[in-house]
Structures are given as structure tokens and as C-alpha cells.
């Protein structure tokens, strides 16, 4: 079975820009958590979706976005990019809730902001 | 919020020797918590779990941690280290409400030297 693929592995953008990173979750698996890794505040959760629903939301500003597809496959989205979201970003899939089922993370997507 | 807190940033053992790596939670109830490795470059796998029952909780790759309420602890341990298991790992707890919200610890950095 296939494993949580992220794309694409490494992104360079400029401040201001705009940037899309994909997530394709482990085959029936419906649900998709994303988190940001960084240096200075190690990891925090930023969303996760369930069923195209968004279920659970971190701290983040609004610039953060997400969504999910009818094919669980989720899309998240960071505009006005800040030398501060410089950052991995990791998506998590797996079957449903944490506490019951477990959580499988891809290598994640590193994204600098220049 | 729940909170957990790895005191140590960076450990160095011998292989062969045994590992023990902290973790304190803060919570009233009885939490769910989590044991995380990352490898560099990769995303984050799961050594174990707890949410009830025995106290002792055995996982993947030789790994046990142990619950212990009176001290607020969660500590992970193995009897003796491979060179592989130089890592990162994190220990995690879900955020009451919402089964599937992850807080992370900041990390402990793993080296062995042989």
C-alpha cells in the first residue's frame, strides 16, 4: 500500500507570493491533518479535514487554508507568504479520529520563503 | 490547553546502552498520548500509544513507555540502542474535545555514538 505522498517535495517562493501543497492520503483513508514544523515552534497542528469537512483548526491566521477533495486527496494554501512561513510541511492521513485509528505522516513538503 | 514538555533538547548514548527520554504532560484527566520518531528528512512514525489500561505500553522497533499519573510522566524507553535509532522523537498528546487535534512536545534529539 502506498504511503502518504506530498507535493512537491521542496518549494522556493518570494514574499507576497502565494503557494499550494498538495497532500494524497494512504487509499481509504478519510482523514487528513496538516502541520507546520519550524525551528523555533517546533510542531503545530493547522488543520484537519474529514469527509471534505474541515473538523479541527490550530492558531494560524486566515492565510492558511485548506481543503479536501471527494477523493480525500487535501489541498492547503499559505497567501501573502512571510519570511516566517518558511517551514516543513507535513500532512498526516488515516482513518478517522487520532484516538482510534493511526495517524500516518508523509516526508513532508519544505518550503522557503525568500 | 493540554501541554507536554520535553525537558531535554539533545541526549547522546552509547549503543548498546539503555535510553530513557522524558516527557511530562499537563492535564487533570487521563490524557492520550503519543510517542513519534523522525529520521532526517522524513515524516513522523508512530513508536506507541496510550489512552487506558496498562501502564506500560510496548511499541514498535524494541520501544516501551510508561504512564505514571503521580508524576504527570510519559517517558519512553529502550533497554539497548541501535545506531539507528539516532532520531528526533517527540511525545504528543490530543487536545481534549476533539479526539484528533495533536499538541506536540518540542523534541528530543537522539545521537549514539559507537
Known amino acids: 500500500k502506498a504511503g502518504v505522498t506530498q507535493t512537491p517535495r521542496y518549494l522556493i517562493k518570494t514574499r507576497g507570493q502565494q503557494v499550494t501543497l498538495s497532500c494524497s492520503p494512504i487509499?481509504?483513508?478519510?482523514?487528513v491533518s496538516w502541520y507546520q514544523q519550524t525551528p523555533g515552534q517546533g510542531l503545530q497542528f493547522l488543520f484537519e479535514?474529514?469527509?471534505?469537512?474541515?473538523?479541527n483548526k490550530g492558531n494560524f491566521p486566515g492565510r492558511f487554508s485548506g481543503r479536501q477533495f471527494s477523493n480525500s486527496r487535501s489541498e492547503m494554501n499559505v497567501s501573502t507568504l512571510e519570511l516566517g512561513d518558511s517551514a516543513l510541511y507535513l500532512c498526516?492521513?488515516?482513518?478517522?479520529?487520532?484516538?482510534?485509528?493511526?495517524?500516518?505522516f508523509g516526508p513532508g513538503t519544505r518550503l522557503t520563503v525568500t | 490547553a493540554q501541554s507536554v514538555t520535553q525537558p531535554d533538547i539533545h541526549i547522546t548514548v552509547s549503543e548498546g546502552a539503555s535510553l530513557e527520554l522524558r516527557c511530562n504532560y499537563s492535564?487533570?484527566?487521563?490524557?492520550?498520548l503519543f510517542w513519534y520518531v523522525q529520521s532526517p528528512g522524513q515524516g513522523l512514525q508512530l513508536l506507541l500509544k496510550y489512552f487506558s489500561g496498562d501502564t506500560l505500553v510496548q511499541g514498535i522497533k524494541g520501544f516501551e513507555a510508561e504512564f505514571k499519573r503521580s508524576q504527570s510522566s510519559f517517558n519512553l524507553r529502550k533497554p539497548s540502542v541501535h545506531w539507528s535509532d539516532a532520531a528526533e522523537y517527540f511525545c504528543?498528546?490530543?487536545?481534549?474535545?476533539?479526539?484528533?487535534?495533536?499538541?506536540f512536545g518540542t523534541g528530543t534529539r537522539l545521537q549514539v555514538t559507537l
Open positions: 492535564y487533570g484527566a487521563t490524557p492520550y
Open positions: 504528543a498528546v490530543v487536545e481534549t474535545g476533539t479526539a484528533s487535534k495533536l499538541t
Open positions: 498526516a492521513s488515516s482513518q478517522g479520529l487520532v484516538i482510534s485509528y493511526e495517524q500516518y
Open positions: 479535514y474529514f469527509s471534505e469537512t474541515q473538523r
Open positions: 487509499s481509504g483513508h478519510r482523514s
